[in-house]
Structures are given as C-alpha cells and as structure tokens.
C-alpha cells in the first residue's frame, strides 16, 4: 500500500528560527511530490512543487527531496506566528494523478 | 495562480435528503478534478476522480450511487450526496489539476446532517 509518513507534532519553534518538517514515501516510481499548508477548517494551499533531487527555494520555505531516501523535507526561514498550521506533505502516485497525503505535521511557531 | 471555486461553503440538512455540491476552475480548464473528504483532526481522503466527459473513478469503499459526480464541463463538476445520513457529515474538498500534477484546491463545503 502506497504511504506517506508524517510526525504528527505538534513542532514548536520560537519565531525567527528555522522550522524543518520532514516526510517519507513508499512508492518508488513517484516523481512528484508536493507541501500543503493547512489552517485550521480551511482546505490546504499549495506552498510547493518538487520533482528533482535536490533544493528548491521558494521565499522563505525551501524543499528537499532525496528519491534515493524517499525522503522529502521543508524548511521555513524566518518562522512567522502565521506560519502555525498543518503542514501535509503529499506524493502523486506513479502513473496517474493521484495525490496521496500524509496525516500532516502540526507547526506551532511562539511568539 | 489558479483558483478552485467551491458552492456552497457550509450546509445543513435533514437526514434522507440530497445535497448537491459545485466545484469550479475559475481561470483555467481542469480535465481532472478530484474529491475528498476530510473529519476532524484526520488527513484528507480521496473519494473519486472525476474526468470531464467520462464516469468518475470512485475509491475503494466510496459508493458511486451514494456520491454522485459529473463533470459537465472543463471548468465545472458536481458531487451529490445523495440520502444523506448524520454519518456523512464532513467536510468535503474538491481539487482540480492544472498541469501535469499540482493540484488546487477549493475551500471545502461543511456538511452537517441532521
């Protein structure tokens, strides 16, 4: 069965620090994989998209991926109170479109 | 960036009724949409996939004549739930695929059955 794997948190940072979330997969053959962001009885939002090995930054929020690990990350620079959310990582299944998500960290950023 | 559309954004309604939800692509053409449905404190769950002109492809355990969908167009599908009970009070999510595999989502509807 195709999984992703989260910890649920919740993660407290202070704000200004670095936040780093991180999520495995299990299906091999996926090229594609995806960070949401969360509020709390709100549908997720796209932060980002990430195909290659390697980083991708995007403002303050970088991704990682590392298909050799399974392993996909996301750092937040610079954590801002409004950053506290769900974070839900997510991978489209190879072969078709289909997302398959994780249950999601829970990012605390204190003021 | 893309936007997802969804009506209405909250819903209540008595046991045994339908309920008809709209999800819209509203600055793009979306051949793919998908619905999801999410309870409290859980992760999102795919129920169907939904491909303009063609049948949607339900998940394992989704019943098809309980969730109806139609994707009548590039920009519009529907899910109907139809005889609703108190147990499918949730909150339901649509997406839509823009490109090759991000997907946008709607703000979600909440349904509440009574």
């Known amino acids: 069965q195709k999984e992703v794997e989260q910890n649920s948190g919740p993660l407290s940072v202070p704000e200004g620090a670095i936040a780093s979330l991180n999520c495995t997969y299990s299906?091999?053959?996926?090229?594609?994989f995806f960070w949401y962001r969360q509020y709390s009885g709100k549908s997720p939002e796209l932060i980002m998209s990430?195909?290659?090995?390697g980083d991708k930054e995007d403002g303050r929020f970088t991704a990682q991926l590392n298909k050799a690990s399974q392993y996909v990350s996301l750092l937040i620079r610079d954590s801002q109170p409004s950053d506290s959310a769900t974070y839900l990582c997510a991978f489209a299944t190879s072969g078709t479109y289909k997302y398959i998500f994780g249950t999601g960290t829970r990012l605390k950023v204190l003021a | 960036g893309a936007v997802v559309s969804q009506h209405p954004s909250r819903v209540i309604c008595k046991s045994g009724t339908s309920v008809k939800i709209e999800c819209r692509s509203l600055?793009?053409?979306?051949?793919?949409m998908f619905w999801y449905r999410q309870f409290p404190k859980q992760s999102l769950m795919l129920m169907a996939t939904?491909?303009?002109?063609?049948?949607?492809?339900?998940e394992q355990g989704v019943e098809k004549d309980k969730f109806l969908i139609n994707h009548a167009s590039l920009t519009l599908s529907t899910l109907t739930v139809t005889s609703a009970h108190p147990e499918d009070s949730s909150f339901y999510i649509c997406?839509?695929?823009?490109?090759?595999?991000?997907?946008?989502f709607g703000p979600g509807t909440r349904l509440t059955v009574t």
């Open positions: 990430i195909y290659s090995n």
């Open positions: 997406s839509a695929r823009s490109s090759a595999y991000e997907q946008y």
């Open positions: 600055d793009f053409q979306a051949t793919t």
């Open positions: 299906d091999r053959g996926s090229q594609s």
């Open positions: 939904s491909n303009e002109g063609s049948k949607a492809t339900y």
